[in-house]
C-alpha cells in the first residue's frame, strides 16, 4: 500500500501560482504585514515542465503509452506528502487555458487551472471564446513566435504561399507593419482553411534579407537561419486568453474572499490585447489585488 501522510498549513493569504502576476500578488500582501503562502505546480518564476504538469498530461495520454491514471495516483502517494491548506482569503493566478489548443507558444501547464477551480465553486467565468492567436508562429506546435511587427517591416521578408505570391497583396494589405494581430492570423487561417480546395501551407520568406539587417535582427531570428535555412513554414498559435474568471474592480470573485488576478480573469483587454499589455497588467494589478486580499484576510 501506498504510504503518505497529511500536514495541515495555515496562512492569511494563499495565493496559487508562481508566474508573475501572483508574484506580484503575494509580495503585495506580505508588505500589508500578512502571512502568506504562494504555491505552484510550475517552478516559481520559471517556464519548465514539472513533476505534476508531466503528470496530469499523462494521465490523459500525452505521455508514454505504459503510463495511464492508476499509476499517476500510485506515483504521486507513495512515499509522497499532502498538505491541507486553511487560508482566510485565496488568490488565483493560475494563467490562461491556451495548452487546450493543439498550437500554442504558451509554456506546458498553461491548461486552465484556475478557471475549473473557480467554476467548481460556482464562481462565472466569461468571454472564454477570447483568445488571442499570435499569427506567425514555427516550430513544433507552434512554440517558436516569429516577430512579423520587425520581420515583416525588413526588406526581403514576405509572406507567401506555396506558389511563391505575397498574401498581403491579394487580401489589400500593403503595408504589413499595421495590420494587427487577429486581422493577420484570420488571413493565414483563411489561406490555410483546410475546407477550401486551395488550403496550403504559408511562408515567411527571408532570403532577400541583407546579412546587415540580420545580425541587427540576431535575437529575433531562429538559430536555423544561421545554418542556411531562409523560409519558415508559420501557422497561427494560441497565444493570450482574454476570457476567464469574473471579479469586481478589487479582483474578488461572487465568492468571498477567492480572488483572482492576471491571465486567469475576463475583462481586462475586452476581446483582444494590444501588444505588450500583458506584462503592464500583471504587475499593476497582482500589487492591486494582492494588497485588497490582505485587506480582505
Known sequence: MPVWREEKLCCD????????????????AKLCDTDVLLVTKMKVGSTSNTYISKAVMASIGWGPPDDNARIHMVDTVSGGRFYTIHA?????????YAQIYLNTNNVPGINGDGQALAYDVGVPLKDMEFVQFYPTATGKRGSRLLLYERMLAQPGVVLRDAQDEDILRSYGIDDATKVTRDRLAQVIY?????TKSTNQEIFMGRKALPEQKATQLTSLLPSRWWKGQKVFKVAPTAHFCMGGIVTDPSGETSLMGLFAVGEATAGVHGANRLGGNALAEIFSLGAWVGKKAALRA
Not at 483563411?190 to 483546410?194: I, K
Open 190 to 194: 483563411e489561406e490555410m482553411n483546410p
Open 13 to 28: 493569504v494563499l495565493v496559487i501560482g508562481g508566474g508573475d502576476a501572483g508574484l506580484r500578488a503575494a509580495i503585495a
Open 88 to 96: 482566510k482569503v485565496v488568490v488565483l493566478a493560475t494563467g490562461g
